[in-house]
């Protein structure tokens, strides 16, 4: 469908309803010693705390979806605007500029689940939870990984019963994000116990508040708890809530995965995030360790690895916004992530010595500590660092599969 607006109209529009409801950012300039010296990657919160930041950010998602801006390229059906993808950079760029709630709990649902539903999920479930996720009326989170099935995602146990014109599920997931505060999640289940593994999966989307779902945080080593287990005692889905064909939930679930991949590997954590590396620098410099050779050799290596991540990563947000579908050169997006995340690690180590494990109360010192122990996390978190290099070695590169154990 062509747009039936100017990209100057939309600015215009765009700018007009972010000028009525939000502050402009301004010149921000970190300041050593000034404002927040959190750096953490799962920090720690009380569930006050984290009520407040859903219910503020489902309030700003709301107002910005009834304003036409929730899904700017979406099908007009389910609430979007059909508008071309340059409309989206354009508002992604301009809303920047502005003081708005964090979008943190609609990462998952609309970076990953929304895509899988609007590709593989039946018209029921795309007319119920499309327009709803958009405009934050609902919260989603992913149901993949299991006690004994993490990385080979599709040795999975969690299984799913046809009973009539629904699906009965048992089972255990586990390091679910959100899950605590999410309204549906997708989940692969396993619905022929005798096909080979990646054959008999199934997807489908569940109501998480449904009779038989358990949500249990997991205290990580930051402090925080911002993954759970979630235990399913014969939960019952309807059919219409199946997710692609019977037995092709591997094919569902890859198209998550691409997803999910994009999503962390082009995101703001590590060096070339938040903090930047203006930060790192500073560090160093209140450290008095300006000098050091080997602390200015690993700024450096920060600064040049975290450049051509980011290149990379647009470079891959501009094919996928061209139409195209991730592919498995995402692996190396999410890969170069955590490799620049423990650079940074060990960087701040090097530069903070005992005063990285004794908190003494001076600002931007101990505070690293949390990132530190977060990092091992994102290592995991998507795929180990092991997988995605057999995925960038076999599916990038196109060299031989590793032998199997059994070989």
Same mark, same amino acid.
């Given at each position: 469908?062509?747009?039936?607006?100017?990209?100057?109209?939309?600015?215009?529009? *765009?700018?007009?309803?972010?000028?009525?409801?939000?502050?402009?950012?301004?010149?921000?300039?970190?300041?050593?010693?000034?404002?927040?010296?959190?750096?953490?990657?799962?920090?720690?919160?009380? !569930?006050?705390?984290?009520?407040?930041?859903?219910?503020?950010?489902?309030?700003?998602?709301?107002?910005?979806?009834?304003?036409? %801006?929730?899904?700017?390229?979406?099908?007009?059906?389910?609430?979007?605007?059909?508008?071309?993808?340059?409309?989206? !950079?354009?508002?992604?760029?301009?809303?920047?500029?502005?003081?708005?709630?964090?979008? $943190?709990?609609?990462?998952?649902?609309?970076?990953?689940?929304?895509?899988?539903?609007?590709?593989?999920? &039946?018209?029921?479930?795309?007319? !119920?939870?499309?327009? *709803?996720?958009?405009?934050?009326?609902?919260?989603?989170?992913?149901?993949?990984?299991?006690?004994?099935?993490?990385?080979?995602?599709?040795?999975?146990?969690?299984?799913?019963?046809?009973?009539?014109?629904?699906?009965?599920? &048992?089972?255990?997931?586990?390091?679910?994000?959100?899950?605590?505060?999410?309204?549906?999640?997708?989940?692969?289940?396993?619905?022929?116990?005798? =096909?080979?593994?990646?054959?008999?999966?199934?997807?489908? @989307?569940?109501?998480?508040?449904?009779?038989?779902?358990?949500?249990?945080?997991?205290?990580?080593?930051?402090?925080? =708890?911002?993954?759970?287990?979630?235990?399913?005692?014969? @939960?019952?889905?309807?059919?219409?809530?199946?997710?692609?064909?019977?037995?092709?939930?591997?094919?569902?679930?890859? &198209?998550?995965?691409?997803?999910?991949?994009?999503?962390?590997?082009?995101?703001?954590?590590?060096?070339?995030?938040?903090?930047?590396?203006?930060?790192?620098?500073?560090?160093?410099?209140?450290?008095?360790?300006?000098?050091?050779?080997?602390?200015?050799?690993?700024?450096?290596?920060?600064?040049?690895?975290?450049?051509?991540?980011?290149?990379?990563?647009?470079?891959?947000?501009?094919?996928?916004? *061209?139409?195209?579908?991730?592919?498995?050169?995402?692996?190396?997006?999410?890969?170069?992530?955590?490799?620049?995340?423990? !650079?940074?690690?060990?960087?701040?180590?090097?530069?903070?010595?005992?005063?990285?494990? =004794?908190? $003494?109360?001076?600002?931007?010192?101990?505070?690293?500590?949390? %990132?530190?122990?977060?990092?091992?996390?994102?290592?995991?978190?998507?795929?180990?660092?092991?997988?995605?290099?057999?995925?960038?070695?076999?599916?990038?590169?196109?060299?031989?599969?590793?032998?199997?154990?059994?070989?």
């Amino acid at each position: 469908m062509a747009a039936t607006i100017s990209e100057e109209e939309f600015f215009a529009e *765009a700018k007009a309803f972010l000028d009525a409801n939000a502050k402009p950012r301004g010149e921000q300039r970190a300041v050593w010693g000034q404002g927040s010296d959190q750096v953490g990657i799962f920090p720690e919160k009380t !569930r006050e705390q984290e009520e407040a930041e859903v219910a503020e950010a489902k309030a700003w998602r709301q107002r910005v979806f009834d304003a036409g %801006f929730g899904w700017i390229t979406g099908p007009a059906q389910y609430g979007g605007r059909e508008l071309p993808g340059s409309y989206e !950079r354009a508002w992604q760029a301009l809303a920047a500029r502005y003081d708005t709630p964090p979008s $943190t709990p609609f990462g998952i649902g609309l970076g990953m689940i929304a895509p899988t539903i609007l590709a593989h999920g &039946t018209d029921v479930a795309r007319e !119920r939870y499309l327009q *709803a996720m958009y405009r934050g009326d609902v919260i989603a989170c992913q149901l993949f990984s299991e006690p004994g099935a993490g990385s080979d995602l599709a040795g999975l146990q969690t299984r799913a019963v046809r009973d009539g014109d629904e699906w009965v599920i &048992t089972g255990q997931k586990v390091w679910t994000s959100g899950a605590q505060y999410s309204d549906i999640g997708e989940i692969i289940c396993r619905t022929d116990p005798d =096909a080979p593994k990646h054959k008999g999966l199934t997807g489908f @989307v569940v109501d998480m508040h449904a009779p038989g779902v358990d949500v249990r945080p997991l205290r990580q080593m930051t402090g925080g =708890a911002s993954f759970n287990e979630v235990f399913f005692n014969e @939960v019952r889905v309807p059919d219409d809530h199946r997710l692609g064909d019977v037995n092709q939930g591997w094919t569902v679930a890859l &198209t998550t995965l691409m997803n999910e991949r994009a999503s962390i590997g082009g995101g703001g954590a590590g060096a070339g995030g938040t903090m930047g590396i203006g930060r790192l620098m500073d560090l160093v410099r209140h450290m008095g360790k300006a000098p050091d050779p080997v602390l200015r050799q690993q700024l450096a290596d920060v600064f040049v690895h975290t450049s051509v991540a980011r290149y990379t990563n647009l470079r891959a947000m501009a094919k996928m916004k *061209a139409g195209q579908l991730p592919g498995p050169e995402l692996s190396i997006a999410k890969l170069s992530l955590t490799q620049n995340m423990q !650079r940074v690690s060990q960087l701040v180590e090097r530069a903070l010595g005992p005063k990285i494990t =004794a908190d $003494t109360g001076e600002w931007g010192t101990y505070a690293w500590a949390e %990132f530190i122990l977060g990092v091992p996390g994102m290592r995991v978190a998507g795929g180990t660092d092991e997988v995605m290099r057999n995925i960038i070695g076999e599916r990038v590169l196109g060299l031989p599969k590793e032998p199997r154990a059994d070989t």
